[in-house]
Structures are given as C-alpha cells and as structure tokens.
C-alpha cells in the first residue's frame, strides 16, 4: 500500500498489545487495507511474541498489510501528536496492563501515547480486552476508559451467528471493529431479528 500522508484524515491507528487474540489484530488490519483504509500500525514488544505464537507471522507480514508501522519505542512518530488527524484508534487485542496504562493516563509507549491523544482529542479510541475472568481492578481501569468516551468491545464470541470455526468468530470481532469507524465490511452478518 502506499505511503500515508499524514493529513489524510481517513487512517485508522491499530494498536497490538501482548494480550491473547493476535488474530484478531491481523484480521483488522488487513480488512481495513482490503477497504482502502490507511492503517498506521504499531505493535508492542509482547505483541510481537503473541503474533508468532497465535497466528504464525512475524510483525513484517503484519505490517505488510499496514499502510506505515511505527516502532513502539518512537514517541517522535506522527501519531504521538493530536496535530496529526485520524479517523480513529483501536486497541486489539488489549491487554489489561495496557488498559491499565490508558486508563491512568500513561503514556512512556508509542502505542500508550496514541491512546492518550485519541482520548485528549475526543477520537474515537476502541479498545479490545481480551481476559478473562476479569478482576474487579480490571473492571474499574475498563470503566474509567468507558467514561472517558473509548469504546470497550470486548472480544465476546458471537453465537447467533452460527460461526462454524474460529476464524467465523474472528472475522465477526473484526467487524465490530470496523463497525466503530464505519468502515463497510463483508465480515459477518448482522442480527436479523426472530424469537429469542
């Protein structure tokens, strides 16, 4: 995909945390660039271990969807700045020291800096916890991202939808994802309605 230019207002920044559900991540990314959607990619340390062990790839094929990957160490990257507009920013998956970190407002991480402007700039922000059970720490640092306006998707198996492998339910918490930027997407079919 081509270079981003860093005024084009459509990009989405998909951060990948070192939670379990990297194939949710790589499922995001490249539904984004199959829509024609800029993604500016950054993965942290954990994350790169949970790629290879979960999905088999190593961040360079992940990035290859992307349309720029920055270094989690680089807080001079373009999208540490609220100057640099986004259409959005999504965590996935989300692990509960980075919801920690977001809710708190830290940011000594490229990934955990971008939260916070997205936050401090009122953009969209999705975050994907993906643990469970969930402690009542968790529950309040995910509250308290849901106070301040981020979107907590967590990666909750669909059933209605009669998934037929993991990768039916991956493609659907992809499109949930996608759904909160409103980014079309063929990825799962929505509820139709009939007897509960």
Not at 49 to 58: D, P
Not at 127 to 135: D, G, K, L
Not at 136 to 145: D, G, K
């Amino acid at each position: 995909m081509e270079g981003w230019n860093l005024t084009d207002s459509r990009a989405v920044v998909i951060g990948v945390s070192g939670a379990s559900g990297a194939p949710i991540a790589v499922r995001v990314v490249g539904a984004l660039a199959d829509a024609g959607v800029p993604v500016a990619l950054v993965v942290s340390d954990g994350a790169r271990t949970v790629l290879r062990e979960e999905s088999g790839i190593e961040v360079a094929a992940l990035s290859a969807r992307a349309t720029r990957t920055f270094d989690d160490h680089d807080l001079t990257a373009p999208i540490a700045s609220g100057s640099v507009p986004t259409r959005g920013m999504a965590i996935v998956p989300a692990s509960m020291n980075t919801v920690a970190k977001v809710a708190l407002g830290l940011g000594d991480s490229l990934l955990l800096r971008a939260a916070q402007v997205h936050l401090k700039e009122r953009r969209p922000l999705v975050v994907v916890p993906r643990e469970t059970p969930v402690s009542a720490i968790h529950l309040r640092h995910l509250a308290t991202l849901a106070e301040l306006g981020a979107i907590v998707l967590p990666a909750s198996p669909p059933y209605y939808t009669h998934p037929k492998s993991v990768d039916d339910q991956t493609d659907f918490l992809a499109g949930k994802v996608l759904d909160q930027f409103g980014v079309a997407h063929t990825l799962y079919r929505g509820w139709k309605g009939g007897a509960v």
